[in-house]
């Protein structure tokens, strides 16, 4: 049988499997069923070690080439749900009151499971493959808790691929840019504190109210007037707590603003950072309030490796054709746990098309099927071509 034959039939199986885990998503680092699932499939696939428990239920398969040493690829899967209820009425849909498998974490899950069937019964490469199937990626750090666990070391890791479906991009397709492919999303909640006191005497006491709507208004220059209009910055306050609206008459002792800032640069990030703290500290002082900041950071910005980008456009030309390929995609400003292992090791995190589907996280969102054959020759050509020997 011819190897895109193969892998054709692998797909079919990892179509159920991905259906099977779709029907019992489970949340963050809890994971009992699915990484049961994983590990299981894993050991009958005769990878050379299956370890579990790493960050509570991550798994990681270890498959060696037939060509001799070389280096070591680690492959990426997430494999967590949302809190949320599905409304797609399909009949695999999930049987769990408020989870759903809304990211495709299950498709991802079932590609690198197929890949790994496909890659254990070849070993047509030098070096070795390191599987990591992830929890946690929304909104637990997953891979940062499994980086602090010493996979990267343990494993021996050199390099890192990631792979995350696209609604609205072709089934078939790929798409990937050189750089930062998402932005970094840090969150805060700033109190400023006066001391409270009667309306009527405004000037015995200071205003938290007033230095709250200057601290919202000055907010607002840090990406109008501060940095670069070619480097996307947003900050968004969403959140603005003060006073009461039966207590007309009260100047309130504190209130609390809260929001998001998200950049796409290393260094910006830092500079906005800086810059936020210094208008919050500086308009609370003018107002003669004080103020605490609850600086909340999020996921890293994403950031592909130039070099790797290159062989996951090369891997992803061989199998679908240049021309479905978009080597210059646009940067997104969601954020994406992946960041943490391309801040250890170089490697690209790759789009693959889910067609014409419900966006992420939406009640009617489902992974596309179709695409996980293409997921699949994808993680497969990535080894052949980085472990050529
Ligand atoms: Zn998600
Ligand atoms: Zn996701």
Redesign the pocket.
């Known amino acids: 049988m011819a190897p895109h034959d193969a892998i054709g039939a692998i797909a079919e199986e990892a179509i159920s499997w991905r259906r099977q885990i779709h029907q019992h998503p489970e949340l963050l680092f809890d994971l009992p069923k699915t990484s049961a699932l994983v590990a299981e499939k894993l050991k009958e696939f005769g990878c050379d070690e299956v370890a579990t428990g790493i960050a509570k239920s991550g798994v990681v398969a270890v498959i060696k080439g037939r060509r001799g040493d070389g280096r070591t690829i680690g492959l990426r899967a997430d494999m967590d749900a ?1 809190p949320m209820s599905e409304q797609t009425n399909l009949p695999h849909a999930s049987k769990v009151e408020n989870m759903m498998h809304a ?1 495709g974490h299950d498709g991802h899950t079932a590609m690198l499971l197929g890949a790994a069937k496909h890659l254990s019964a070849t070993r047509d490469f030098a070096g070795t493959v390191v599987l990591v199937f992830q929890p946690a ?2 909104g637990g750090a997953g891979a940062r808790v499994m980086i602090e666990e010493g996979l990267l070391e343990r494993f021996g890791i050199d390099e890192v691929f990631g792979m995350h479906n696209e609604p609205g991009l072709d089934v078939g397709s790929f798409a990937i840019r050189p750089g930062a492919i998402m932005a970094a999303g840090d969150r805060f909640v700033v109190t400023l504190r006066g001391r409270g006191g009667h309306a009527a005497s405004p000037h015995l006491t200071p205003d938290p109210v007033v230095a709250g709507a200057h601290l919202v208004t000055a907010l607002q220059s840090i990406a109008s007037r501060y940095t670069d209009p070619f480097d996307p910055v947003v900050v968004s306050v969403t959140y603005f707590n003060a006073g009461r609206p039966n207590a007309l008459n009260v100047i309130p002792a504190a209130i609390e603003i809260g929001g998001t800032i998200r950049t796409v640069e290393a260094k910006t990030r830092k500079a906005v950072g800086a810059r936020f703290r210094d208008i919050v500290t500086t308009t609370a002082k003018l107002f003669e309030t004080e103020a605490e900041i609850d600086w909340r950071p999020g996921y890293p910005v994403t950031v592909n490796n130039p070099q790797m980008t290159v062989a996951a456009i090369s891997a992803a030309s061989s199998i679908a054709g240049e021309k479905k390929v978009d080597g210059n995609w646009p940067c997104t400003m969601g954020s994406e746990d992946f960041s943490y292992m391309l801040e250890k090791r170089q490697g690209a995190f790759i789009w693959i098309g889910n067609g014409d589907s419900a966006d ?2 939406h009640p009617a969102y489902d992974f596309n099927d179709g695409a996980i054959v293409h997921g699949i020759r994808y993680w497969t050509e990535l080894v052949s071509q980085r472990l050529n020997g």
């Open positions: 949302l990211c990626e929304e992420l996280h």
